[in-house]
Every structure is written in C-alpha cells, then in structure tokens.
C-alpha cells in the first residue's frame, strides 16, 4: 500500500513509493480536489543533471575568466642616464707630411663620448605563471644626446672632433621574468631581469646590433582590482658594439628610471 505524505496548504506536495521503476513522484495539487501534476524520476534525474552540466559550465567559465585575467599589457615612460661610451680603435695611418698629431687628435686610437640626460619609451605583454612570478615581452625606445666627444692619442687628449646635437637612439627587445613579493599592503616590491638585444644608431657612424641584458628592481601601487603602476630602477647593457671602422668595440650601458601603467586584459 502506498503511503503518502501531504501538507495541506494552497499547494501540496506527494511522496509515492509504490512502483519499482518510479520510486519517487511528486505532485502539485490545488485543493483537495485540484488536477495533479506528477514528475517522475527521470525527470527528477534531467533536472539534476541540466543542474550540473549549468554548475559545470558556469566553472569553466570562471576558469576561462581566471586564465584571462592572468595576461596584462605595460606601458611606460622615463629618464635615461647613459654612461660614457668608452671606444679604442686602431690607430689611423699617419697623414702625408704629419710630424706629429697629438695636439689635434688626428690618429687618436681612443675616444670617449658624453650624453645628456634622455628619455625612454617602451611597452610590453606579460603573462602570470603563478602569484608571484610572471614573465613578459617588452620593446622599449631611448634617446639621448651626445654633449661632448673626447679623442685621444696614446693617453693624450686632443681637440677631435666635435658633434654637437648627435643623437644616440636605441631600440631593444627583451623577454623578463619577474618575482613580486605579495603582502597584505597595496605596494608589491619586485625584482626581475632580462635578456634580448640592443641595436645603437649614431646618425654620424654605423648602426650596430648586439646581445644585451638588464636588471630591474622596484615596486607596484595597486590603483584598483585591474590596474596598477609600476616604478622601477632599470640597468641596461650592451655587449661590445663597433660604431666606426678599425673599432675593438665597447658596452653601451645606461640608468632607467621607470614608471609605467599595468593593467589586466
């Protein structure tokens, strides 16, 4: 015999265990007298199962959303405080007729080059691999202006030539790996390096390419859950680059002072 259990209130609700394959139906009545609507397991069954396909989707969604958020986009700015550029070459054949060229430079087999403070620019696409390392793809451009060109000629310096308003520019390529130190404060420390390449364009002498690394180290200020700024300290050198025929080379390296804006895809 069937049992069946009821509340008695504008609707109620039926439990019927008497047969095998429908262990559970549940009506809806309306009254003692109302037309009943009976589900039975199987639709108990698709519901649950419509339940957790929509519970299985809406976590991959999250999960979709999560790995999105992991990838964020750099842009920035800042000053460039190049050293100097310390170049020794073969010395030039002896011009017709010369006796001595000490005094004006003219066989110097050393020059040394002075710039004024310059600017950077730069942008880059990064990726998080866990909390607290990521890693990223930056292009940066940098300009500053040669001050004063110093030739010398067996440790002796002459007059040399002058370029007034030349311009050293760089364009360099890096692949960074940072490590942030996360704390309960909205200011992130972090330190990272990287490697890649340099090319250096001096409008007087010869574009030249080389490997190139850096070190920078600074801190991030969270500005809210999707943006943030980033300012660091960033050293930056080249291997050795020839700008002019005869050159054994030297490392172009410079001082960055950085700040850039961060943000979440």
Same mark, same amino acid.
Not at 101 to 112: E, F, K, L, S, V
Not at 136 to 145: A, F, P, V
């Given at each position: 015999? *069937?049992?069946?259990? *009821?509340?008695?209130?504008?609707?109620?609700?039926?439990?019927?265990?008497?047969?095998?394959?429908?262990?559970?139906?549940?009506?809806?009545?309306?009254?003692?007298?109302?037309?009943?609507?009976?589900?039975?397991?199987? #639709?108990?069954?698709?519901?649950?199962?419509?339940?957790?396909?929509?519970?299985?989707?809406?976590?991959?969604?999250?999960?979709?959303?999560?790995?999105?958020?992991?990838?964020?986009? #750099?842009?920035?700015?800042?000053?460039?405080? *190049?050293?100097?550029?310390?170049?020794?070459?073969?010395?030039?054949?002896?011009?017709?007729?010369?006796?001595?060229?000490?005094?004006?430079?003219?066989?110097?087999?050393? #020059?040394?080059?002075?710039?004024?403070?310059?600017?950077?620019?730069?942008?880059?696409?990064?990726?998080?691999?866990?909390?607290?390392?990521?890693?990223?793809?930056?292009?940066?451009?940098?300009?500053?202006?040669?001050?004063?060109? #110093?030739?010398?000629?067996?440790?002796?310096?002459?007059?040399?030539?002058?370029?007034?308003?030349?311009?050293?520019?760089?364009?360099?390529?890096?692949?960074?790996?940072?490590?942030?130190?996360?704390?309960?404060?909205?200011?992130?420390?972090?330190?990272?390096?990287?490697?890649?390449?340099?090319?250096?364009?001096?409008?007087?002498?010869?574009?030249?390419?080389?490997?190139?690394?850096?070190?920078?180290?600074?801190?991030?200020?969270?500005?809210?859950?999707?943006?943030?700024?980033?300012?660091?300290?960033?050293?930056?050198?080249?291997?050795?680059?020839?700008?002019?025929?005869?050159?054994?080379?030297?490392?172009?390296?410079?001082?960055?002072?950085?700040?850039?804006?961060?943000?979440?895809?």
């Amino acid at each position: 015999m *069937a049992a069946t259990v *009821a509340i008695s209130l504008p609707h109620r609700i039926c439990y019927h265990p008497h047969r095998k394959r429908d262990k559970i139906r549940f009506c809806l009545a309306k009254g003692a007298s109302g037309t009943d609507a009976y589900w039975g397991v199987n #639709r108990v069954k698709m519901m649950i199962g419509l339940a957790a396909l929509t519970g299985i989707t809406a976590m991959g969604g999250a999960q979709a959303e999560d790995d999105e958020s992991k990838l964020y986009w #750099r842009i920035g700015a800042g000053a460039v405080f *190049a050293e100097d550029f310390d170049e020794s070459f073969e010395r030039a054949p002896l011009p017709e007729g010369a006796v001595t060229c000490a005094a004006i430079g003219c066989r110097p087999d050393q #020059r040394i080059l002075e710039f004024d403070t310059g600017f950077a620019l730069g942008g880059a696409l990064g990726y998080h691999f866990g909390k607290s390392i990521r890693g990223e793809i930056e292009y940066r451009y940098s300009k500053n202006e040669m001050s004063k060109a #110093r030739s010398l000629e067996g440790g002796t310096e002459g007059f040399g030539p002058a370029f007034p308003d030349t311009d050293f520019t760089t364009h360099s390529g890096f692949a960074n790996v940072y490590y942030d130190f996360h704390n309960e404060s909205r200011f992130t420390p972090f330190i990272g390096v990287g490697l890649g390449f340099t090319t250096v364009d001096e409008e007087n002498w010869e574009s030249n390419t080389a490997i190139a690394y850096q070190g920078r180290v600074g801190v991030s200020t969270d500005l809210n859950e999707r943006f943030l700024i980033d300012t660091e300290y960033v050293y930056h050198r080249t291997g050795d680059i020839e700008l002019v025929d005869r050159s054994a080379g030297a490392a172009f390296a410079t001082s960055n002072i950085l700040v850039s804006l961060r943000g979440s895809f």
